[in-house]
């Protein structure tokens, strides 16, 4: 089950952050944060072969006691984290990135909204139940 859902611009600042549990908010706009320098890392490493492959999906960040973090890239550098809790060993990695295809498909519509200015917070409801309906279940 996902705890924490970013959504972070190009120039890294964030669209949109969701958490579940709201007492450890802070805790994981941190991670998520601190993520995006593996983020980077990971992208120039992959350099011209993320071009020429088209995946998107970086996998497993890094891992902490309590949670893993995941990332994904689009083709317009728009960076998608997952905070995953660890106790759940029950979700593989196919499920993490049909999770993340979902909430890329969900972010291409609210970019096709023409009141979306490109570069504000994403404040979509169907965004927002399309995020909670992915931490509430499992996939």
Not at 9 to 21: F, T
Request: charged share 20%; net charge neutral.
């Amino acid at each position: 089950m996902a705890v924490c859902i970013a959504v972070i611009a190009k120039e890294n600042y964030p669209l949109y952050i969701r958490s579940a549990p709201t007492e450890n908010e802070l805790k994981f706009h941190h991670m998520v944060h601190t993520s995006l320098d593996v983020v980077d890392e990971k992208i120039s490493a992959m350099g011209k072969a993320l071009l020429d492959q088209r995946e998107l999906y970086l996998g497993l960040l890094y891992p902490t006691e309590d949670y893993k973090v995941y990332g994904y890239v689009t083709n317009s550098k728009v960076k998608f984290v997952m905070v995953v809790d660890s106790s759940n060993t029950a979700l593989r990695d196919n499920e993490i990135r049909s999770m993340f295809r979902k909430l890329h498909n969900s972010y291409t519509d609210v970019m096709c909204n023409p009141f979306y200015n490109p570069g504000d917070r994403i404040q979509s409801r169907a965004f927002d139940n399309m995020v909670t309906s992915m931490m509430i279940q499992v996939c």
